[in-house]
Nanobody, 123 residues
């Protein structure tokens, strides 16, 4: 499986921005689809965004469309989640995940997970 490590979380005021990064080691999938999920306290983990192995296919949860942007740089094996116009309801632990190619839009296909990074948005 792919090993993943997130970074970039922190505390930000509402309306601010953060960029999360996820470095992936080479695993079973040479160039996996990548995604981001989040889990708020007491709630289930939810899909935030996904990007295909070639960067062509991208999907977002409705709650983040227009505010978050997912991207990837395969030279450095890193995916990014640029988060703008942050709201208190975006507060959660954010997880990076990997899926087989062409699975980026299906949350059930993600099989490798990072440990997560905390994002806290104050009002």
């Amino acid at each position: 499986q792919v090993q993943l490590a997130e970074s970039g979380g922190g505390l930000v005021q509402a309306g601010g921005s953060l960029r999360l990064s996820c470095v992936a080691s080479t695993g079973v999938f040479r160039s996996p689809d990548m995604g981001w999920f989040r889990q708020a306290p007491g709630k289930e983990r939810k899909f935030v965004a996904g990007i295909s192995w070639n960067g062509v296919g991208i999907a977002y949860a409705d709650s983040v469309k227009g505010r978050f942007t997912i991207s990837r740089d395969d030279v450095v094996k890193t995916s990014y989640l640029q988060m703008n116009s942050l709201k208190p309801e975006d507060t959660a632990v954010y997880f990076c995940a990997a899926a087989p190619p062409n699975s980026y839009a299906d949350p059930s296909r993600y099989v490798s997970w990072g440990p997560g990074t905390q994002v806290t948005v104050s009002s």
